[in-house]
RNA sequence: GGUCGCAUAGCUCAGCUGGAUAGAGCACCUGCCUUCUAAGCAGGCGGUCCUAGGUUCGAAUCCUAGUGCGAUCACCA
């Protein structure tokens, strides 16, 4: 039983024994620091039930804590606020209790269904950037998250290996590509990149001749040769044309090659893999299901659509008139595959960009008209954009922050600061590169995971990413720190019965904040939100340096109080490793 | 135009299901390295919580209307 609902109990039971009055819930904060107390009941919710002055009431229910309640030490009334003043020794049996947890915080496994977590979802026709980056992260982190709080989960993407888009690339190799293959510092996923920007670049320029030739901009849009030449190339490839289809394998191989290096990099995995060149028959199937369950209807040119009009949205099309698929056909598709293929998922997470709510909306509403009950339990993951000062990216226009660049430049300037500093002397080159990249990507995962999801981050990528302040690095550099300590202590000698320790203020606030964690955790998986973990991570890391600046560690007056003060830093830091963890992000030994 | 999201210090952001005098970081200004890592600590400066109403003992938080920014409303994905 947490403290709060001991408190809560007692404090029913005086409202009782004090006024014959039930009281439904009682409402807690933590005590603000300028008062004295630990733990604050706010008096005035207890007003409808209990008439008279608050302070009056107060005083009342904290004497009869006081006299009942072993673990309470004292109380005062401010206004309509008692504060609460618990006894050292409930924290110092709390923190005996979580000490030796490596795992803390985290849940073991309670529930047999699953969470199909999807991320990332990339086109194959051009790298990685910075948009991408935050969904990645956010995905990947909500899915450790889930898992940390006792779900059993699958990571998983969608592949859009199909399409206009992929032929527009596939054409421009075919016409400019000189048989080039990928190479180690040249990956595939750029160089098809590359294609793809190619294929705009010549399609802009056949535009501007036709429109000097006299045509309308419309007309040239329309007819510009290399854009028919594309679509007939879609068609070939529907059509399973042998030609087509192999290109379209070895480029899409290049791109998946490609990706791998960069998911690697940034620290991501997943389980499993979806394609939308596997699963939009699936859709079609469903469709046609859905039509003869009136779940659908069919307009006079053959096309299929879904009537939301009763649900507050519009009617939607779900397949074409000439009978192809449409996003919407692929994305039922795709769900439904997923849930054959892994009976024990009871829900999905889809991480994708905000631009896309009303899509989901519809998606979910038609899954469930289909009568899909695991459809009640699907959730858009949905994020804001990522802008540059000069505005929107744009792939076409190479107006984007490449991923792997990205990464790159976080490392370097972690090799900068770090060389300033000269704190590694002893390390040997590899050992150093390792450590920059850890830097720099915990200083570029914290920095987009610490906001709110639903917000839009604008990137400069001038001013670049802080070191200092509430930061990856700051973190990071904490948890070295203890380190360094716990090395020189030699932490496993020591010996301490909680009874014989006093408890100075900073150990106090440090042990309250640890008894957050498990709560913040839950809490995180139910908003499926990573920037809680960041947040109490630095509010956490905040308290852990106000005691080390303030309190000598391992030069203690006593033994006992070295031991405690030893095992306290060591629990933080595993916390803020189990944090940092959920979060994609590793912490260093040494920085 | 309909719908959805966002709006808090010069900048970047916290602020949980309403609670005490709205909190951090960056920037700027003071102090603190011969004792555990100064990527740190202690302190200062800085706010009409977009506006106007409403609900309430109490509103940054809830409701309504409006303003600004963004997204979306495709036989694109």
């Not at 795992?103 to 269904?113: A, T």
């Not at 969608?158 to 075919?174: E, P, T, V, W």
């Not at 192999?246 to 997943?270: R, S």
């Not at 099309?317 to 692929?330: F, K």
Request: aromatic share 12%; with cysteine; charged share 30%.
């Amino acid at each position: 039983m947490t403290l709060q609902e001991t408190l809560e109990l007692h404090v029913k039971a005086g409202i009782k024994a004090l006024f014959q009055s039930e009281l439904e819930s009682v409402e807690f904060q933590a005590t603000r620091k300028e008062f004295a107390g630990d733990i604050t009941v706010v008096v005035f919710p207890m007003l409808r039930v209990v008439k008279g002055n608050p302070a009056v009431i107060g005083e009342q229910v904290g004497q009869y804590l006081l006299d009942q309640v072993e673990l309470v030490k004292g109380f005062n009334v401010v206004k309509g606020f008692l504060n609460i003043e618990i006894s050292d020794s409930y924290y110092l049996e709390f923190f005996q209790s979580i000490k030796d947890k490596t795992n803390y915080g985290y849940v073991d496994q309670k529930d047999d269904k699953a969470v199909m977590v999807e991320y990332s979802s990339p086109n194959t026709n051009k790298p990685l950037h910075l948009g991408h980056v935050r969904n990645v992260l956010l995905g990947y982190s909500v899915a450790e998250i889930l898992k940390a709080s006792g779900k059993k989960v699958y990571k998983t993407q969608i592949i859009n290996d199909r399409g206009i888009h992929i032929c527009k690339s596939m054409l421009a190799y075919q016409k400019f590509g000189n048989n080039e293959t990928p190479t180690q510092e040249f990956k595939g996923d750029k160089l098809v990149g590359n294609y793809y920007v190619k294929f705009d670049q010549e399609y802009k320029a056949e535009i501007a001749d036709l429109i000097a030739s006299g045509k309308t901009e419309e007309e040239a849009k329309k007819n510009a040769p290399i854009l028919l030449e594309a679509q007939e190339m879609l068609r070939n490839w529907e059509a399973g044309d042998n030609d087509v289809v192999a290109l379209w394998k070895k480029m899409n191989q290049w791109v998946y090659d490609g990706f791998e290096v960069t998911y690697k990099n940034i620290g991501v995995d997943f389980d499993t893999y979806y394609y939308e060149s596997d699963t939009y028959l699936l859709g079609k199937e469903f469709v046609a299901e859905g039509l003869k369950t009136g779940v659908f209807f069919k307009k006079e040119d053959g096309s299929v659509w879904c009537d939301l009009t009763e649900d507050g949205l519009d009617e939607k099309i779900v397949l074409r008139s000439d009978g192809t698929a449409v996003y919407m056909t692929q994305d039922i598709g795709t769900a439904i595959q997923r849930i054959k293929d892994y009976p024990d998922v009871g829900g999905m997470v889809y991480t994708v960009g905000n631009e896309q709510d009303y899509h989901f909306k519809v998606l979910f509403l038609i899954l469930k008209k289909l009568g899909f009950d695991w459809a009640k339990n699907l959730f858009h993951l949905s994020y804001g954009m990522v802008d540059l000062p000069s505005g929107k990216m744009k792939s076409r226009e190479g107006t984007v922050v490449d991923a792997d660049d990205l990464i790159k430049e976080m490392a370097d300037t972690a090799e900068d600061i770090s060389k300033d500093l000269g704190k590694l002397d002893d390390y040997d080159e590899a050992e150093k590169q390792e450590l920059y990249k850890t830097i720099g990507l915990g200083a570029l995962k914290y920095y987009i995971l610490k906001v709110d999801p639903k917000k839009r981050i604008l990137f400069d990528p001038k001013e670049s990413i802080d070191f200092q302040g509430n930061t990856g690095p700051f973190i990071q550099y904490t948890y070295a720190r203890i380190q360094s300590i716990l090395r020189k202590a030699d932490s496993n000698s020591y010996q301490f019965d909680t009874k014989d320790v006093m408890l100075h203020d900073k150990e106090k606030q440090l042990i309250k904040q640890l008894e957050l964690f498990p709560e913040i955790i839950q809490n995180a998986a139910e908003q499926h939100s990573p920037a809680l973990i960041a947040n109490y991570t630095y509010d956490l890391v905040k308290e852990f340096n106000s005691f080390y600046q303030n309190v000598s560690i391992l030069g203690a007056d006593t033994e006992i109080e070295k031991s405690f003060r030893v095992e306290l830093s060591k629990l933080v830091s595993q916390t803020i490793k189990n944090a940092f963890q959920v979060l994609g992000i590793q912490v260093p030994e040494r920085m």
